[in-house]
T-cell receptor
């Protein structure tokens, strides 16, 4: 699996957009970018994934650069419940393929 | 649709004992993966099962084992527990679909194991 680099921590004011960057400069052409988050002591929660196009769902938006070497997860209106560790993972998506979690970004939403 | 269910949620054991953790995947999901999370090592992959067969295995000693039943439910077992086995054990299930990216893993809440 390609490695990813994320900032260790970030703060965001409640109600503002939270933009979480991820670098994946060695990503292969068939690898997707997945985002998960983990709220304290709970299981990781799937957020969104994408290959090359920007994606949006009810939770977030994913912006992938044209060269696919980096991406940004956007939480449009952050709430206190969005405080969590966010993980950016790249993988092909085969059924038997593990998720390789790095250290993630600890996002704190400030009231 | 119910999510991934792990039982028990909390467990306390002593060194040398063995433990069995259970995971019920989302209905229709046939792949089950197990992960260990510790403060020092983070989230690490243990193994993955599909159709009662182990397809992938992480770098853990043989004391860690698992199995999957015909209804896709899975169990993992840790024998001869060590203090360092204290961790949050997470199970994830995915819908096995030919092709890419549909194999999103959905996690349960985990079993927190404390070894004394």
């Amino acid at each position: 699996d390609a490695k990813t680099t994320q900032p260790t921590s970030m703060d965001c004011a409640e109600g503002r957009a939270a933009n979480l960057p991820c670098n994946h400069s060695t990503i292969s052409g068939n690898e997707y970018v997945y985002w998960y988050r983990q709220i304290h002591s709970q299981g990781p929660q799937y957020i969104i994934h994408g290959l090359k196009n920007n994606e949006t769902n009810e939770m977030a938006s994913l912006i992938i650069t044209e060269d696919r070497k980096s991406s940004t997860l956007i939480l449009p209106h952050a709430t206190l419940r969005d405080t969590a560790v966010y993980y950016c993972i790249v993988r092909v998506g085969r059924g038997n393929e593990k998720l390789t979690f790095g250290t993630g970004t600890r996002l704190t939403i400030i009231p | 649709k119910a999510g991934v269910t792990q039982t028990p949620r909390y467990l306390i054991k002593t060194r040398g004992q063995q433990v069995t953790l259970s995971c019920s995947p989302i209905s229709g999901h046939r792949s089950v993966s197990w992960y260990q999370q510790t403060p020092g090592q983070g989230l690490q992959f243990l193994f993955e099962y599909f159709s009662e067969t182990q397809r992938n295995k992480g770098n853990f000693p043989g004391r860690f084992s698992g199995r999957q039943f015909s209804n896709s439910r899975s169990e993992m077992n840790v024998s001869t527990l060590e203090l360092g086995d204290s961790a949050l054990y997470l199970c994830a299930s995915s819908l096995e679909v030919a092709g890419l990216a549909k194999n999103i893993q959905y996690f349960g809440a985990g079993t927190r194991l404390s070894v004394l």
